[in-house]
C-alpha cells in the first residue's frame, strides 16, 4: 500500500525539535537557552540532580502542565551531553528563533485586518465556533499556544483517542503540531483562526510516513465527528483525481466539510501536483512567499548578482564583510579542510543538508552555499537551528561560481513578496484537465509551534493550514455558507499574482494568494470558481461552461463580461449584461468554439473577468488542445507477492496506455536482461498485477523501466529493484 508523505520541502529528518541525536553542534562561546522535553513528569529536585553534573548550565524555569520538561541556559556542548544523558529526555530545543514570519504570514493574507470584523452574533472574527479536523502526524495538545484550542481527536495508527505527536527518538515528529498552530495557535504566537477548535487525526506515525488506509480510516472519523473542515498536509507523486484519499475529499466536501488539501513540493514542474491535491472539489493549495530577505551574492569577475535561497533554520545572510569561496566538495569533513573564515561551496547530495552544515561550520566556515545537482533551483529546511548562513543556488551557478574558487565575494539583500514558491507543485490534473491548485498561501518561512517551542519550515504543508484557519473565519462569518460557496469566496476574491510583470499561468497557481478580509465581505459569488473546457474531440467544436452568479448583498448588482483579448484559434461567446436583484441567483453560459489548425500549443489558459458593479471576478479556465504533454507513467511501487517467490507492482497511467512494460536491464553494464510485464491497450488509473516465480530472472538487483506510450508519447521510471535474496 502507497505511502503517504509530509508536504514539507527537503526535509530528512522528523524530529520533535531539535532531539539529542541532531543537536551536535561544537561549542561556541554565546550562552544558549533551550527547553529540554521530558518523558513523565519530574520534580523539581529531580531535575536539578539532572542538570548538577554540569557546572556552565543552570536552570531558568520548570514546566509541569503545558509539557513535562524546564528550560536552562548555559554553554551549548554542555546542553548537548545533558540532552544524551538519560532516557528520559526526548528532545532539546533551542528557543531563539523566527518569531516575526508567522506573524507576517498571517498578516500578509489579511489576518490582523480582519480582526475588526464581527460575525452576526457581533463576536470578532476569530475561528470561534468552528471546528477543524487536521489530518496529520498528530497534534502536541500540552502546547501552551494549542491547549486551550484542543478539543480530542484520535490515532489512526495506535488505534486509540490519544492523537499525540510521535515521540520515539530518531523519529519523532512535529509536523502536525506545526500545521495546528498555522491555523489556530492562541498564546505567544496567533495563528489565522486563535479561537477555532482542533481535532487532531493522527494517520501518519514514526518518522511521518503512513498509509492510504490509515488517512482514509482518519478522514472517515473526522466525517463522523462532523468536524467543519479539514487540513491535510500530506500527499503522494500521483497525479490523478481518481485516487482513493482525492475520492474520499469529495465525498466529504458533498457532506458538507470544507476540505483543503496541500498541491506537493514538486515544483517548479507542469503536472506535479500529487494527490490528494487532485480531489476537484476540495481546496487545493500552492505555496508563495510572504516578506522575506532574499540574500544575493557579489562575486569578483562575475558581472550579475547571484540569488542565494536561504535554508530555514540557519541564520542570516548579513555578512559584514567580503569573503573568500572555497569549493568543498559534497561537505564531508574531509573536503573542508581549508574553509576556516571563508564561504564554503558544497554540492548537494549524498549527505543531509545539516550534515553539510555541520561539517561546514565545525571547520570555522563563515557560510555555505550548496549547489544543485539536477537542474533549477530548490528550497530546503535544516534538521536543527543553524547559527551561521546557509543558502542553495542552481547547478549552473555552482559550476561558475567552482570556477571562481578563491574570488572574494560580497553579499547585499533585498525584500521579495508575493511570488510562487519554486516548490509548489504545478497542475494541471490528468485526465480531467482541471486547473489546480486553487489557490495559493504563505508556505516559505513560517513560523509555527512544535512540541518543546517553535520552528520555522516551509513547503506546501504550511500553506495549506493558512488556508484552512481563513475557512474557519470565512465559516463563523457565514455559517450557512456550503463548501462551495466558501471555496468561490476564496477564489473569486484572491490576488492573482506575477513576476517580472507577468502573471503565473493557471494551473500554477489557481486564482491566486488568498485575500481573506475580502473573502470575507465577498457580496457577490460566481460558482463554479475555475473552469475546465475539456478537450478537443472533433472539428467544429464548441464547449460549453455554466457559471452560477449569486448576489448577497441587499440591493440590486449588474454584471458584465469583459471579453478576452483576441486569440487565433478561439473564439468566445459571453450573455448579454444583466442585473440581479437582491438576493438574486441566475445561470449563465459561456461557450467557447475552437478552430485546432490556428492554435499554437496544447494547454491555453487564462482568466475570465466578470464585474460585479465596481468589483471584478476573475475565473481562472483552461482547455486542452488533443492528447496534451504529461507524464504517461508515475507512481511505481515494486514488493513481496501473497506467495513466497512471487511479487506485484502498482503503477498509475494518467490516460492508460497503448503500450506498457517493465523491462530489466543489468545495472552494471545496462545489458538488456528481459520483460517482466507488457501489454497493449491498458486502462487509464492505478494499474496492479502480479509477477510469478516462472517470469522471474535470477536473484540479484536490476535497473528495472518501467514505461508507457501514448499518442506518439512515451515516458519511463528508472529505479533499481531486488528480486530474491542477495548476498552482500
Not at 499556544?145 to 492523537?163: C, E, K, M, S
Request: proline share 6%; aromatic share 6%.
Amino acid at each position: 500500500m502507497k505511502k503517504w508523505t509530509l508536504l514539507l520541502v527537503m526535509i530528512f529528518s522528523l524530529q520533535t525539535t531539535t532531539s539529542a541525536r541532531s543537536l551536535e553542534t561544537p561549542p561556541i562561546p554565546k550562552q544558549r537557552i533551550a527547553i529540554v522535553v521530558l518523558e513523565n513528569p519530574q520534580s523539581p529536585q529531580d531535575i536539578q540532580q539532572m542538570i548538577k553534573p554540569y557546572k556552565d548550565i543552570h536552570l531558568r524555569r520548570v514546566f509541569q502542565e503545558a509539557i513535562y520538561g524546564f528550560s536552562v541556559e548555559g554553554n551549548p556542548a554542555s546542553i548537548e551531553k545533558l540532552g544524551q544523558s538519560s532516557k528520559e529526555i526526548i528532545s532539546v530545543s533551542p528557543i531563539n528563533e523566527y518569531k516575526v514570519q508567522t506573524e507576517e504570514s498571517v498578516k500578509i493574507i489579511g489576518g490582523d485586518e480582519i480582526r475588526g470584523l464581527f460575525d452576526k452574533q457581533n463576536r470578532r472574527l476569530t475561528g470561534r465556533g468552528v471546528t477543524v479536523g487536521v489530518i496529520d502526524t498528530g497534534v502536541d495538545y500540552t502546547h501552551p499556544d494549542l491547549r486551550r484550542n484542543f478539543a480530542g481527536g484520535h490515532d489512526l495508527v495506535d488505534n486509540d483517542t490519544d492523537p499525540m505527536e510521535t515521540k520515539i527518538i530518531g523519529r519523532a515528529t512535529v509536523h502536525g503540531t506545526h500545521v495546528a498552530g498555522i491555523i489556530a495557535a492562541n498564546g505567544k504566537l496567533k495563528g489565522v483562526a486563535p479561537e477555532a477548535k482542533i481535532l487532531a487525526y493522527r494517520a501518519l506515525g514514526p518518522g511521518g510516513g503512513g498509509t492510504t488506509e490509515n488517512v482514509l480510516a482518519a478522514i472517515e472519523q473526522a466525517m463522523k465527528d462532523k468536524v467543519d473542515i479539514m487540513n491535510l498536509s500530506l500527499g503522494n507523486d500521483i497525479n490523478g483525481p481518481d485516487l482513493p484519499i482525492s475520492l474520499a475529499l469529495n465525498r466529504a466536501v458533498e457532506k458538507g466539510i470544507v476540505a483543503i488539501a496541500a498541491s506537493g513540493n514538486s515544483g517548479p514542474n507542469v503536472w506535479s501536483v500529487g494527490s490528494p491535491g487532485t480531489a476537484s472539489k476540495a481546496i487545493s493549495v500552492g505555496a508563495s512567499t510572504p516578506t522575506i530577505e532574499i540574500p544575493y551574492l557579489l562575486i569578483e569577475g562575475i558581472r550579475d548578482k547571484m540569488r542565494i535561497q536561504p535554508l530555514e533554520g540557519s541564520s542570516s545572510w548579513k555578512l559584514d564583510r567580503s569573503l573568500s569561496i572555497v569549493e568543498a566538495g559534497i561537505g564531508t569533513k574531509e573536503e573542508l579542510k581549508n574553509v576556516m573564515g571563508k564561504i564554503a561551496l558544497i554540492k548537494r547530495g549524498k549527505i543531509t543538508f545539516s550534515e553539510k552544515a555541520k561539517n561546514a561550520r565545525e571547520a570555522g566556515a563563515k557560510g555555505v552555499i550548496i549547489y544543485n545537482n539536477l537542474g533549477g533551483s530548490f528550497m530546503g529546511n535544516l534538521e536543527a537551528p543553524m547559527d551561521i548562513p546557509v543558502g542553495s543556488i542552481t547547478k549552473k551557478e555552482g559550476e561558475l561560481l567552482k570556477s571562481k574558487t578563491g574570488s572574494l565575494a560580497g553579499i547585499t539583500v533585498s525584500q521579495e513578496r508575493d511570488l510562487l514558491a519554486d516548490f509548489s507543485s504545478r497542475g494541471p490534473v490528468t485526465d480531467t484537465w482541471e486547473v489546480k491548485p486553487d489557490i495559493v498561501a504563505p508556505g516559505v518561512a513560517i513560523n509555527s509551534t512544535i512540541p518543546g517551542g517553535y520552528m520555522s519550515l516551509q513547503g506546501t504543508s504550511m500553506a495549506a493550514p493558512h488556508v484552512a484557519g481563513a475557512c474557519a473565519l470565512i465559516k463563523q462569518a457565514h455559517p450557512e455558507w456550503t463548501p462551495e460557496q466558501i471555496k468561490a469566496a476564496l477564489m473569486n476574491t484572491a490576488k492573482p499574482l506575477l513576476k517580472n510583470g507577468r502573471l503565473y499561468r493557471t494551473y500554477e497557481q489557481g486564482a491566486g494568494r488568498i485575500q481573506v478580509t475580502e473573502a470575507v465581505k465577498a457580496t457577490s459569488l460566481v460558482t463554479p470558481s475555475s473552469l475546465r473546457f475539456g478537450k478537443y474531440e472533433s472539428e467544429g467544436d464548441i464547449h460549453k461552461a455554466f457559471l452560477n452568479v449569486e448576489n448577497l448583498s441587499d440591493k440590486p448588482v449588474r454584471y458584465t463580461f469583459d471579453i478576452p483579448k483576441n486569440k487565433d484559434g478561439l473564439k468566445w461567446r459571453f450573455p448579454m449584461a444583466f442585473t440581479l436583484e437582491a438576493g438574486g441567483k441566475r445561470d449563465v453560459k459561456i461557450e467557447l468554439e475552437v478552430d485546432p489548425a490556428q492554435l499554437k500549443g496544447k494547454i491555453h489558459d487564462g482568466y475570465l473577468t466578470i464585474y460585479a458593479g465596481a468589483n471584478s471576478i476573475q475565473i481562472p479556465y483552461i482547455y486542452v488542445l488533443e492528447e496534451p504533454n504529461y507524464p504517461r507513467v508515475m507512481g511505481f511501487d515494486f514488493k513481496d507477492g501473497d506467495q513466497e517467490g512471487t511479487y506485484q507492482y502498482e503503477v498509475y497511467l494518467p490516460g492508460g496506455a497503448e503500450e506498457f512494460g517493465i523491462a530489466l536491464f543489468n545495472p552494471d553494464d545496462f545489458r538488456f536482461v528481459g520483460f517482466l510485464a507488457t501489454n497493449q491497450n491498458v486502462k487509464k488509473g492505478l494499474i496492479n498485477g502480479l509477477i510469478t516465480a516462472d517470469a522471474l530472472p535470477p536473484d540479484g538487483v536490476y535497473l528495472a523501466k518501467v514505461f508507457a506510450k501514448k499518442a506518439g508519447k512515451e515516458d519511463f521510471i528508472e529505479t533499481m529493484i531486488v528480486i530474491g535474496e542477495v548476498v552482500r
